[in-house]
Structure formats: C-alpha cells, structure tokens
C-alpha cells in the first residue's frame, strides 16, 4: 500500500505516453500539481502478494474501510459485495472504474465488488470524502477508485489455487489478458476474461462455531424452531404428572416442547443447533470479460471504448426451513395427535382473569378424538403456533446469479495546447435472480395437519400429504416433505445510462506568485437509473416461505439526475521563503435529482482545499467539503412490509412484568395476550420481527466532511515519505432507521431488563412496537406479527472522526532489495444518533465496541488498524511478509444496559472447542495476523508465487452468536472482521509475453 504521493512513480510507465498525471479526486490533469486530498493506494503488486481473488478482499484489509457485505457474510448476503468507507454504510460512497461509474447492482444504488476485472487493475484508490465535486453529490464519505493497466500490449495468462489447511474451501482462479498496439502505435486494444471458482467452509467444520453458543448466558444456543416441534397454546401440567394445571393463577399460553415418546408438551425444551448448515465462505463462481480500446483519429482527437461482462453466481445456506412460529389449527381426530398433547389442548384455559375455564371439556374432547371428519358434530379443531424444524426437507439455499454489463464510448482530444475535452456516453444493466431452494410453506403446514387419516387432507389439492408435527427428526415422510415444500424466485433489475462532458487545462496564466499556470475544469452529467424488483407470488407472501425473515414485495422506481460542476487548482506561490508551495483548490456542483412519481432535490455541494509546501520535505494539506446525498430507489420507493432485527433480550420476557405493574401494562398495550405475561420467550436465534420502508417524502442527507494532513520526504533518507491525515465527517438529516436498542430504549428506558421503567401504556414510541397476538413476543409470523418500527426517516445523525497515517520506505541493502509500506487507521469516533428530536437523544459510539446496534453500517471498527508489508527481494526471489492488526474490543456500553452484560465464566460441557475455559464475551483482545508470500520470477515471462495466509493458525475470537447483528456476528465470532477460515495456502503461476 502506498500514499498518494507515492502513486505518481508507480504508475509513470503508465503515463508515459502524455506525462500527465490523473489523480482519483480530481478532474484536472497537471503534470506538477499534486492534490490536497489523502488517497489511499493499493498497488497490482501488492494485489498479487496478497494474492487476492476478489475486490471486496483487497479492501478488506484497508485500514480505515469496515468490511461490509462479502463472502464470509452467509445469512444476509444478497449475492454481491460492497465496500464500506469509514463505517458509514456501503450506500454512502461511490465505486468507479477508471474515474467512472458503473451499473449499480441494487436498489440501493450499490455496485457489486465482484464485478471488478481485479486481473487488469493498476490500483485502487480509496479517498475519504471531499470527492462530491469530481465525481458526484452523494461521494458523502468518498470513493474507491479502480484504475486499470492502460496500453497494455502482450499476452498474461495467471492460474492460482487456494486451500484451507482443514482441506476445505478450495478457490481456483484462471485470468488471460491480451492486448496489442496497432497502426503504428496510434491504437491499442486489450481484452481480458477470467473465471472463478470456490467452494464453501462450512461452520460444522471449524471446532470454535460446531455448536452455537449464547453470548449473554454462555450455554449452547440456538434457534427455538426446532425439532421436536414446540408449540405454544397449551396448559402446563402439575409437576411430576400428566395432570393438565387448572390453577387460573399460573400463567396461559408459554412455549413448550413435544416429547415424542410420551407426546406430552413439555415447559422445557431444546434449541435447535443451525451452526453446521451455515458457511464461513460462500460458494462463488464467476465467468467475467472486459475489454477496452482506444485509437487516436487525428493528432487532436482520440476515440475510446470499454465493455464489461460478468457473470456470478453465489450460493448462501443456511439451517432447514419449517413452521417459525406460524399459526395452524389442527383437527382433534388427526391421527398424528397423541393422546396426552390432544388432552393438554382441550385443558387451555380460555378465560383472561383468575378462573379457570378449559377450552373443551372431558366428554367433548373425548368424542372430538374419535370423529369421523368435520361433517361429524363431535368434530373440533385446536388452533396454535407451531415451531418445527423441517430437517427432512434439506437446507435452504438461496441461489443467486447476477449478470452485469456495462458499455462505455467517448472521444477525446485538445481544443488549444492546454485545454482538453473529453465526451463520453455509458449504459449498463445488472440481472441478479435469486432461486431459494427447500422452504416449506406455511400454508401448507396448515392444509397438511387437517387430515382424518395418514394419507389424505382434508382439504385434497396440490397432492396435499398429511404431516406429523410430533414426531422426532425423520417422521416427516418423504412424501410429506416434497409436499410442504417448493422453490421460489425474486428478481432484481437495474440500469444506469449517463452522459459526461468534461473540459479541463489551465487558463494559460498564473497568480502573482507564482509561475504555473491556473489548473481548472467544467464539466456536466447526465445519469438515469431505474431498479426493480419482481417476486412471486411466494416470495411475496408474509408469513408463507418458513424462515425467510419476511416479504419481498414488487418494487419499482427511478429517478434522473442533472449535474453541472467546476474545479479550480490556483498555485498561489512558488519559490518563495517558507513557500516552496501554495495551491488553492476549489470546485462546485450544483445536482438536480428528479423523482419519478415524487418531486425534485436540488443540492449544491463545493469543497476547497490549501496545500502548503514550506521546504522542499514537508508538505501540509486540507480541506473541507460539503455534500449530499439523495435518497436512493430501496429508500423512497420501498413498500412497508415487515422483516427480521437483531434483538437479544425483550424487556417483556420472563418474570419482569408480573413484578412490576408498569411494564405489564406496557406489554399488553403493545398486543401481548395476557395469559402470556411471565411466560414471554426472548425473540428466537436473537431475531425480532421489523417493520419498515421507503418514503416518497425523504429529502437528501447533508455532510460536511475536512481533512488536514502533513506529508513528509525528507531528502536525507531517499526512498522514505509519511504521510499522516486527520478526517472528520459529519451527517445530518440522515436516512436511516432508528436501530432495534433504539426501538427498545425509546419506550422502556434503561436500565434494562430487570429494571425497566416504561414511559406509559399509551405512550405512541411504546404502542408502535406490536407483539405477537398469540405468544406475547417479538417473533413469529410476519403476517400477525409486525413487531419493531424501524421506518426510514431523516432524523438520525452521523459522525466520524480518525487519523491515517501511510509510511513507505524502499532501499537497497546490498544482499537485498527491500521495501516496506505501512498502513495504520486511528478511529477516533464513530457515533448515530437515531433520531435527534426523540426524548431518546444520544450519540451512539461504536468505536471500539461490538453489538446489535453498533451493526447499524457494516462490521466492527476497532480503534486501532493497520497493515505493514516487508519486501525482501533477493535476486529472482522476492519473500514479502505482511502483517495485519487490529486492537481490542469490547460490547457496547449501552448493549450492557439495554440488554445484559456479556457471559463470563467456563465455555460449556458439550462445546468441544476450550471446553470448560473461563472466557469474557464481553472483550476481545488485540489480534494479530500475518501471511507470507514467497515469488520466483524465473524470467521475464514466467512467475511462480506461493502464500501462506493466517501464518500461525490464529483462531478468531470466541463471543456468542447474539450479541451482534445476525450478517457479521455468527459462527460465535465476526467473520468478516477475524480470520475464521485458518491458515491458508495459495500458488500461483504467471506466464507474460
């Protein structure tokens, strides 16, 4: 990794041909003028030590960038990557291809990692805000640039192989690249097609994520849908007994167990272990083409062209589907109904107060158990929520392939011998199908536990199969279980058309004082997107596909945008006592964003920047931007609809509320029945029900972001330069969702749960939230249960602040060659503020800290960062060790008051992994990890690369699978922020002529 001021040597070849240097975050090219921006770079060289397969694994390791959405992410991914600057959220920067941008892959405007061409990228530039007049308004917290080889001429063909050291996960990757000059150097074309492949990790096959684990109560957790079925509407028995509890004191309803060998439904029970189905590494297989040429027409006019192709394919998986929580009713003669449970469902008392009143009675119970069908007057039906684990039927699997292209055309030349024009036009398209596999229906749970008999419905359509709900893993029949299930799609499709013209150079003349003339740029754009997404009839159905987290409704939109922009770099002084160097940087961009269906936003953003050079050695820079960000498709045109959160603990769980008056109140006002009271159950696999969605009326974010660094070349130590930066962003009138401590916060206050103290039963932050109408949680069907309100708005806020410092050094030892970059991030702050004009008015940190609520952008950010890489190069042998740390963490201070602290105390009897080791769940330590990569370059044409990754094996941090948000807390660790795959081993062969 270099520093922007180290950037310029290294792509010199590549700007041979004009000498002039384009830097990411600017428009104006200026052979001596560098930027007051920091930029991150990450060199092909440093790509290929690391030997990275994929984008979103090159900035993964970026100090300073918060993994977001990528391969290790399973139950979440929607089968792309992003990037995540600065840990405001993957939808507040912008992705660019050589300065461009690309077909988004989403609704949200995002653009799918996976579709770089990684095999003919020169570097990556990653720049922190200030880029909202170069590249467009929204570039809130900055934008990651890919810049590709230019007039490459020759053949590269590279082959590589990965493989854990457990024999799992194995990943191929093939690239061929040819290009050519042509016409006596005045064209060139070069054209590059790749093809991946990689297996999954499976959780099951690491020691530390077999079983999952609790992160609050340190026993081995899991889901509450499971197997044997739980139910919830039945009475408890009279301990030691068979006898139903007729004491109208003790509390209605409750989950309980099916025992299947007695068929008595029992109040304790079993959690259902998801951990081996679910993958650290997700199957991915792409096929990818990209293509440019360029030709110069005439001595002033040169014409170009680039087209992308690129297939995916991903697959997530995740445990079995089945009945969440889903209400049935069941007939009493079901032949699949033991006798005992049939005699607990006829008990369920039916009154809300103190006296007991059974649901049926002896003799009516008895003559439903022998009815012949709902003809018969003694027939009757019991109606409750199921819980059953459909293991027979497979795992799930959501199947996703996206297809992507993106063409590019322009023509450029010179209008005088300083001023350039540039015009160009693009459209892409982006397809991505997700096939879900093995999900039963709910129903058809209902259709298929009305049968008289073992092998017909009642209701006899679709080839219906009775089912046994009672029985262990395996009495679900064969039959049965191809019945309850089906396959179902949803399609997402995207498109972006633009256009852009730039004029740049210099106005031929310069300030006073100094002799290089006045850089500027005008420029103007024109982008139409449009996205939507088209679900069967399946998919759109709340409730209906068993532990789908919720509908995918059909949704459509589209808006235009009108830009217009200038940029001015003005050499203030040159030459001067204490001014080597004084430039001046400024620009404007006025943005119009039309709303099909809606209305219009119009923004101006600007930013200014100073550079200062007071000796040759030091240079001082800053700057300071405005910008802001309109509302993408996903958030204005989004229905409501409801969903899942992270959510560990629900104040109205267990024995609180029957102690305490208030809170009861509160409970029952918010839809809890109040036979449930003291028998609520914390929302399933920490997983509450949401509801939310997009909002016509959303005006656009507003941030302003500054920068002041220092470089530093001292001429007394050739090959050396530091750089070190402070940024500081800020976002108000943010679109966002209050996040579901928030929710909970927001009514209940703190400290909870034990303590909790609700504003009152009528309070409107308390009765928005809605229960479950049958169990009094927060989870269940989607239909019934709407559960949290996490609509969007433009009340939250957002602040980061940080400190980057790059360090390169290259020197010749005599016995070797050697070079080192080192990378570190100092974040010095993260916080959101939910929503600013509630009671509930805080910052929220997340600095440091790890929980569901500080999941509200991407993974983890730890305080400290950094990455240092040591190069050795002795004769055709370069040896490079790379070493990757990040601090410790800790859980979020208000996680332990809203919800509990973190276990402390010996892993588990049956965990396997430490068995019986004190742990803190609450903290992890500062990790370290190193990898080395060993390359002999046989000749000019041919390169053997060979890397360890993880060197020393290092397992990643052992903390529960629920204290954060589902996407990047699982396996009992953070995957995308700790090495959970182990050591690793890659070779690689490069062949270039």
């Known amino acids: 990794m270099l520093s922007s001021t180290a950037v310029f040597a290294q792509d010199a070849e590549d700007d041979a041909a004009d000498q002039t240097i384009v830097v990411t975050g600017s428009l104006i090219r200026n052979p001596n003028l560098e930027q007051a ?8 060289d440093a790509i290929e030590l690391k030997q990275s397969n994929t984008a979103e694994e090159v900035l993964r390791e970026v100090p300073g960038i918060v993994p977001n959405i990528g391969t290790a992410v399973n ?25 461009n941008r690309i077909v988004p892959a989403d609704l949200q405007g995002r653009v799918d990692l996976n579709n770089i061409p990684l095999a003919l990228v020169s570097r990556v530039d990653a720049l922190t805000g200030a880029a909202v007049t170069t590249y467009g308004a929204d570039a809130i917290t900055g934008v990651v640039n890919f810049v590709t080889k230019k007039d490459f001429a020759g053949i590269d063909l590279s082959l590589g192989e990965q493989i854990t050291q457990q024999g799992d996960g194995n990943y191929l990757r093939a690239d061929l690249t040819i290009g050519a000059n042509f016409d006596d150097g005045r064209g060139n074309a070069v054209l590059s097609v790749g093809y991946q492949e990689s297996d999954p990790v499976y959780q099951g096959g690491r020691d530390f994520s077999v079983f999952g684990i609790d992160s609050y109560t340190g026993t081995l957790g899991g889901s509450g849908t499971t197997v044997p079925s739980r139910i919830t509407g039945t009475r408890g028995l009279i301990a030691g007994t068979t006898t139903p509890n007729t004491d109208g004191t003790v509390a209605n309803g409750g989950t309980r167990q099916v025992d299947p060998a007695t068929g008595l439904a029992r109040s304790s029970y079993a959690f259902f272990n998801f951990n081996p189905y679910n993958i650290f590494q997700t199957p991915f297989k792409r096929y990818n083409i990209f293509a440019q040429a360029n030709y110069e027409v005439s001595d002033a006019v040169e014409v170009y062209t680039r087209g992308l192709f690129s297939k995916n394919t991903i697959d997530t998986i ?54 012949t069908g709902p003809s018969d007057p003694n027939y009757r039906t019991v109606t409750f929520n199921l819980s059953r684990r459909a293991v027979e039927v497979g795992p799930r699997i959501s199947n996703y392939t996206s297809t992507v292209f993106d063409y590019r055309v322009g023509a450029r030349g010179a209008i005088t011998s300083s001023i350039d024009w540039d015009l160009s036009a693009s ?17 058809r749970w209902r259709q298929a536990l009305l049968a008289n008999n073992t092998t ?52 031929g003349f310069s300030s006073p004082g100094a002799s290089e003339p006045i850089g500027f740029a005008l420029g103007a754009e024109y982008r139409n997107y449009t996205a939507r997404q088209a679900s069967d009839i399946l998919s759109k159905t709340p409730g209906e596909l068993g ?15 009108y830009e217009g922009y200038g940029e001015i770099v003005a050499p203030l002084l040159e030459d001067k006592p204490f001014f080597k160097s004084l430039t001046l940087e400024a620009g404007a961009r006025f943005s119009s964003q039309k709303i099909d269906g809606g209305g219009t936003n119009n923004d101006w953003t600007y930013k200014v920047g100073l550079s200062w050079e007071p000796v040759d050695d030091l240079k001082i820079r800053g700057n300071y931007a405005r910008a802001v960000r309109a509302p993408n498709i996903a958030e204005l045109f989004s229905p409501v609809s409801t969903g899942l959160t992270s959510l560990a603990a629900d104040p109205c769980a267990g024995a609180a509320p029957t102690t305490n008056a208030n809170l009861r109140a509160v409970c029952i006002a918010q839809g809890a029945p109040v036979g449930t009271i003291g028998s609520i159950l914390n929302p399933t696999a920490a997983q509450a029900n949401s509801t939310g969605g997009g909002n016509l009326a959303l005006a656009p974010e507003k941030a302003t972001t500054w920068t002041v660094g220092a470089v530093f070349q001292p001429q007394f130590l050739p090959g050396f330069s530091l750089s070190v930066d402070y940024c500081n962003i800020k976002v108000t009138d943010e679109i966002g969702a209050p996040t579901s401590g928030d929710v909970i916060a927001a009514c209940f206050g703190s400290p909870a749960p034990s303590g909790v103290t609700a504003a009152s039963a009528t309070d409107p932050l308390c009765t928005a939230i809605r229960r479950n109408p049958v169990t009094g949680g927060l989870d269940g069907d989607p239909a019934t249960t709407l559960g949290l309100p996490q609509t969007l708005s433009n009340s939250g806020r957002l602040k980061t602040s940080g400190i980057d410092l790059i360090a390169n ?40 800290y790890y929980s569901a609520n500080c999941g509200f952008t991407g993974s983890m950010q730890p305080k400290w960062q950094w990455s240092w890489r040591n190069t050795f190069t002795f004769g055709k042998l370069d040896a490079s060790i790379l070493w990757r740390h ?96 182990g050591r690793r081993f890659a070779v690689s062969a490069r062949i270039k002529f």
């Open 547 to 561: 532990g789908a987290g919720g509908a995918a409704p059909d949704i459509f939109g589209a808006y235009k945008v």
């Open 809 to 848: 050094y290259a020197n010749d030892l005599g016995f070797a060659k050697w070079s080192s970059g080192f990378v570190l991030n100092y974040a010095i702050s993260q916080t959101f503020n939910a929503n600013v004009n509630s009671p509930l008015n805080f910052d929220r940190e997340c600095v440091g």
């Open 318 to 371: 995740i445990a079995p589907s089945g009945s969440f929580g889903g209400s049935v009713t069941m007939n009493l003669n079901n032949p699949y109904m033991p006798a005992t449970l049939r005699s607990q469902f006829c008990a369920f008392n039916t009154a809300t107060g103190g006296a007991y009143v059974p649901l049926y009675s002896p003799a009516v119970c008895a003559a439903a158990a022998t009815a």
């Open 75 to 99: 139950n979440g991914n929607g089968g792309s990557s992003y990037v995540d600057l600065r840990g405001l959220g993957s939808n507040r920067n912008i992705v660019l291809l050589d300065g």
């Open 456 to 507: 017909t419905c009642i209701t006899n359509t679709g080839g219906c199969v009775p089912v046994n709900p009672f029985g262990p893993a395996g009495s679900i029949s064969a039959a049965a279980a191809d019945f309850l299930s089906d396959d179902s799609t949803t399609q997402v499709k995207t498109s972006l058309a633009q256009v852009r013209a730039v004029v740049s150079g210099d106005l």
């Open 886 to 981: 990040i601090s410790g963490m800790q859980q979020e201070p208000d996680d332990i008051i809203q919800v509990a602290p973190a276990y402390t105390g010996p892993l588990p009897v049956g965990f396997g992994y430490r068995e019986g080791e004190t742990v803190n769940f609450g903290k992890i330590g500062a990790y370290d990890w190193f990898d080395l990569t060993l390359r002999f370059n046989v000749n000019d044409n041919l390169t053997f690369t060979a890397a360890v990754q993880n060197l020393f094996d290092k397992d990643p941090p052992v903390v529960g699978s629920s204290i954060g948000s589902t996407s990047y807390n699982s396996g009992n660790t953070y995957p995308s922020t700790y090495d959970a795959l």
């Open 37 to 44: 921006n920091p930029v991150n770079v990450t060199t092909s």
């Open 427 to 443: 459209y892409g398209e982006s397809d991505k199908v997700q096939a879900i596999k093995n999900y039963t229906l709910q129903s």
